[in-house]
């Protein structure tokens, strides 16, 4: 095992048998248009069969079904937006997770105790990153879910997957396609994209205990952490991604099933929770520190305070008449002004890592896309009054 990982070498994204896979096919490498390479590999597995398929079976387009392939937008959003989003993310959050473990190392918050447990948790989070077995759990439990919702079908109208109405568990070619393959790539994802921020969490939760050494006085009012709240925020993309979902999900929902909005206000407020959570809650693991750090630097700037204090009144009250020195000009008085305001930056420091302006930032990403969903049922007046009060 090396003793440390390179800014090359750590990453919690690169990793697993689905990148050895596509290491093997040379879909992936060093080359810059990898991403592309990825996208179009999943585009063309994915989608493109599912349109030629239903070209083939006259389920494209038409009044031959209620739900033809070409009008069910969600697929293509889960398919032709939200995948490739999951590709593109995955430079996106390597990058910032990076950005972030070298920010830890240049900021003077590691002592040299500190920085051996240090390389150890990202090698440990590097692990987990390339662990088969976490992907392989998840493609069992993917293939069960297949299995178990392959007859299903309470829709209650005929779609290019289940085309038959006498005969409504009954998939099309397209739909067999769709159930083993299409929608189990982009379940991988997911659920993959699910467990890349776990290994998030657990790292940040291994950083928090390494001894950090915390500046409590430091501009940022967050013991010099505030950099992990600042946008983008690594998994801000991936919270976009899945409001694109959920917002086709919903839209759907309103255009053919007569889905009333305004009744599922708790859905929206629970998702939109939901993608603020997945943000702010692996920095959550620093509260402890934060707060142990400023308790302790409230206590011994107020000793400070307290002795400099004491001093500048016994030479400039009790022996001010024996010593005649003059106060104005005097150096004593600018240190008390400066002491007092480095004490009321230590009791300004909050045990948080981000502020508000993260959480609005992340509600604001997550509403975005259900904008449109919302004018297909509201005036825009409505909708703007709706925003300022999930963000006022």
């Known amino acids: 095992m090396n003793p440390t990982l390179t800014y090359s070498e750590f990453s919690i994204i690169r990793g697993g048998l689905i990148d050895r896979l596509l290491a093997l096919l040379r879909i992936t490498g060093a080359e810059k248009d990898s991403t592309v390479r990825k996208i179009i590999f999943y585009t063309s597995m994915t989608w493109l069969p599912l349109f030629a398929l239903s070209a083939v079976e006259g389920l494209l387009w038409g009044e031959k079904i209620d739900m033809p392939f070409l009008k069910e937008f969600a697929t293509h959003i889960r398919l032709l937006v939200a995948i490739p989003l999951f590709v593109v993310a995955e430079v996106i959050v390597d990058r910032q997770v990076k950005l972030s473990m070298v920010q830890f190392e240049r900021s003077g918050l590691l002592t040299e105790n500190a920085k051996l447990k240090f390389e150890l948790a990202k090698q440990k989070a590097d692990r987990m990153s390339k662990s088969y077995l976490a992907e392989a759990l998840i493609l069992v439990f993917i293939s069960a879910n297949v299995l178990l919702r392959i007859s299903t079908n309470s829709i209650g109208f005929t ?42 969490q657990r790292l940040l939760n ?183 009060g999930f963000l006022l």
Not at 170 to 187: H, K
Not at 213 to 236: C, V, Y
Not at 274 to 287: D, G, K
Not at 289 to 318: C, M, N, T
Request: charged residues 15%; contains cysteine.
């Open 159 to 200: 779609t290019w997957m289940f085309p038959e109405s006498d005969n409504p568990s009954a998939l099309s070619l397209s739909g067999y396609w769709a159930a083993f393959i299409s929608f189990p790539v982009f379940q991988f994802l997911l659920f993959r994209w699910l467990w890349r921020w776990l290994i998030w």
């Open 206 to 388: 291994m950083v928090s205990k390494v001894g950090l050494s915390i500046i409590t006085q430091h501009p940022d009012k967050s013991g010099g952490l505030g950099f992990l709240g600042e946008s983008p925020l690594p998994f801000g993309i991936f919270t976009f991604a899945l409001s694109i979902i959920f917002s086709a999900m919903l839209g759907e929902r309103v255009l053919f099933q007569d889905f009333n909005l305004q009744e599922h206000y708790p859905l929206i407020g629970a998702f939109v929770l939901i993608c603020l959570l997945i943000n702010v809650v692996p920095m959550l693991t620093f509260i402890k520190p934060l707060s142990a750090a400023r308790s302790r630097g409230i206590k011994d700037y107020h000793a400070l305070v307290a002795e400099h204090h004491q001093r500048f009144e016994h030479k400039w009250i009790a022996n001010r008449k024996e010593k005649g020195d003059e106060l104005l000009g005097s150096p004593d008085v600018s240190s008390s002004a400066d002491i007092q305001m480095i004490y009321q930056s230590v009791k300004d420091m909050t045990i948080f890592p981000f502020n508000i302006k993260t959480m609005l930032i992340t509600v604001v990403i997550s509403l975005t896309p259900l904008v449109l969903v919302f004018a297909l049922q509201m005036p825009v007046v409505d909708i703007l009054k709706m925003l300022a």
